[in-house]
């Protein structure tokens, strides 16, 4: 047995073990996999576009959509927070690197309304969560 095939054969062993034989390890118990919450935020810009115009037709737990923004000349990252009643704002640009990137590899990301705060302060306005 040549050495790479015998220190693999090591390595892979006990994973084998754990598992039994014929079941798919990567499918998801109940058939569905759970969606991971990535991040909780508020939505940038809220104040500039549609946000305090649809403020009172908002709610907690409107879905959001997420919509890259490539050609943005402030933030080649830049991701739109849209909802049916128009553009509420971005993602805020400390944590979008992450999501262009995964949208650019056609990951699927959720998004919902979580919290709706009447505030003078913007940022204090409106939340949101992302999940994958």
């Known amino acids: 047995m040549k050495r790479r095939r015998f220190i693999h054969s090591l390595f892979a062993l006990p994973a084998l073990a754990l598992y039994p034989a014929g079941k798919n390890i990567a499918a998801p118990v109940g058939g569905e996999a759970p969606e991971i919450l990535l991040q909780e935020s508020p939505i940038a810009g809220f104040q500039y576009y549609d946000g305090e115009l649809v403020f009172y037709d908002l709610y907690p737990g409107m879905a959001l959509e997420l919509v890259r923004e490539p050609d943005n000349k402030r933030d080649s990252q830049a991701i739109e927070v849209q909802c049916p009643l128009g553009k509420l704002g971005y993602v805020p640009r400390a ?13 699927t990301l959720h998004a919902e309304l979580t919290q709706l705060t009447e505030s003078a302060d913007p940022w204090q306005m409106a939340r949101f969560k992302v999940w994958i």
């Open 95 to 107: 944590a979008n690197t992450a999501f262009a990137q995964m949208m650019d590899r056609r990951v």
